[in-house]
């Protein structure tokens, strides 16, 4: 079986369940714990912006994402 590595934090994804631990967006792929916490930046994103709109709410998403690819890890806005 081929290995599945998640894209943010770069850890092999053991047993991959789409949806339940392991997250596709676009071509990005995610992990349980990354998945978390995109969860939180984009509560804390959301927040911040009004009135909902999948428009924007689709591309925070994508750009949270890539931002994390880069860093390594998803990061969340006024956490220190
Ligand atoms: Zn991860």
């Given amino acids: 079986m081929k290995a599945i590595y998640c894209d943010v934090c770069k850890k092999a994804i053991e047993n991959p369940i789409p949806t339940r631990t392991i997250f596709h967006f676009t071509d990005i792929d995610v992990c349980e714990t990354c ?27 994508l750009k949270i994402l890539r931002d994390g690819v880069q860093r390594g890890r998803i990061d969340i806005k006024g956490r220190r």
Wanted: no cysteine; hydrophobic share 40%.
């Fill in 35 to 61: 998945k978390d916490e995109l969860d939180v930046a984009m509560k804390a994103t959301v927040r911040t912006k009004a009135p909902f709109n999948y428009d924007w709410h689709d591309e925070i998403v």
